[in-house]
């Protein structure tokens, strides 16, 4: 923790775009201890050791996150240069914009510090510490947002780095969720999550690399391949990195070669999965129901791709966010990776 003074400080010149200059600094500084006010107000003997925070991306059903009481964050996102604001698009809204605005770029905004001190603040009234898990920091903002936030919470703030999205980002977490249901401690619930970090993937068959391309997630060379050849991509999610598995002719390939690549992941271990489908349920459900068949799977759901996602992955895009039991395996060889490619 830095001093308080100065961190209001910092927090105000980092958000002056936001804060509409020095004008805000004294808001800000008063929101900041009125947060430590109401934390140190509520008796210790009502506070849950370790609550969760995470962000829109990983994608959560709505359910869990009431279960689990986690907090999320809210990714804004902007199409053909007009942002919308958290909420104000439903997913079948948002993934017909990006059907009628090929030629429009979609992107995604990091949340503002401001925006986990509001969640984090609300968090310290019910909780003495905050787990915040988040979409992989390499590739987006958000990491470094949370942690900025946590220089200036009212409560300690420890930030994993997932090096993911959707599910496999939203199991790491559940499961540190699950261990503070259990009123474990900080320490505790931070080694769970840290310990099943190296556990997820997502794993995700595009219709077009269009919008990964837009989005600077794939390289420009990859829209000439796809124009010429119509391939469909499956690609990967891990470690910090977006890795191009195999490329489809077909939907009923792609497919295929999707259930493959988890097989030889995973194998008989125990398996908790999400199927993330953005336009067109029923393809997410038999692909869930394929999977119910031939993994052992302890949980399994169905959620639709989240808005963070999908302005890169775009329309007709299908994942699968996993998270195996047991000792995760070896990386994929760069020989493993060729022979994936050329099928």
Not at 133 to 159: D, F, K, Y
Not at 259 to 270: I, M, N, T, W
Not at 323 to 332: F, N
Request: glycine letters at 8%; a positive charge; proline letters at 5%.
């Amino acid at each position: 923790m830095i001093p308080l003074k100065k961190g209001l400080e910092t927090y105000a010149h980092s958000n002056s775009s936001s804060l509409q200059g020095q004008k805000q600094a004294a808001p800000l500084r008063h929101r900041v201890l009125s947060g430590v006010l109401r934390a140190s107000a509520v008796s210790s003997s009502k506070l849950i050791p370790v609550a969760i925070v995470t962000d829109s991306a990983a994608g959560l059903p709505a359910a869990l996150v009431r279960q689990y009481r986690i907090g999320v964050v809210q990714h804004a996102v902007q199409i053909g240069g007009r942002s919308y604001k958290p909420g104000a698009l439903d997913a079948d809204t948002f993934y017909r914009l990006l059907r009628d605005s090929t030629s429009l770029p979609a992107t995604t905004s990091t949340p503002s510090i401001g925006s986990f001190l509001a969640v984090y603040e609300r968090v310290a009234e019910w909780a003495r510490a905050v787990v915040s898990v988040h979409v992989a920091g390499e590739q987006s903002g958000t990491c470094n947002a949370a942690r900025l936030a946590g220089e200036h919470s009212p409560i300690p703030v420890r930030v994993i780095d997932t090096g993911t999205t959707a599910m496999a980002e939203g199991f790491v977490a559940l499961e540190a969720a699950r261990m503070a249901l259990k009123a474990c401690s900080l320490a505790e619930v931070v080694e769970r999550a840290r310990a099943v970090v190296p556990r997820v993937e997502l794993l995700a068959l595009l219709e077009s690399v269009d919008y990964a391309v837009r989005g600077g997630r794939l390289a420009s060379a990859a829209r000439l391949v796809n124009s010429i050849l119509k391939i469909q991509p499956v690609v990967s999610v891990k470690n910090n990195r977006l890795a191009l598995l195999a490329q489809s002719r077909s939907r009923a390939m792609g497919l295929r070669r999707l259930v493959e690549r988890l097989k030889s992941r995973v194998g008989e271990q125990p398996l908790h999965l999400a199927v993330h489908y953005s336009d067109d349920e029923e393809e997410g459900r038999q692909l869930l129901a394929t999977l119910r068949e031939q993994f052992n799977c302890v949980e399994s759901f169905l959620a639709r791709v989240p808005m963070a996602l999908g302005v890169h992955d775009g329309p007709g895009s299908l994942g699968i966010g996993y998270y195996v039991e047991g000792s995760p395996d070896a990386p994929v060889t760069w020989r493993e990776q060729i022979r994936a490619l050329l099928g």
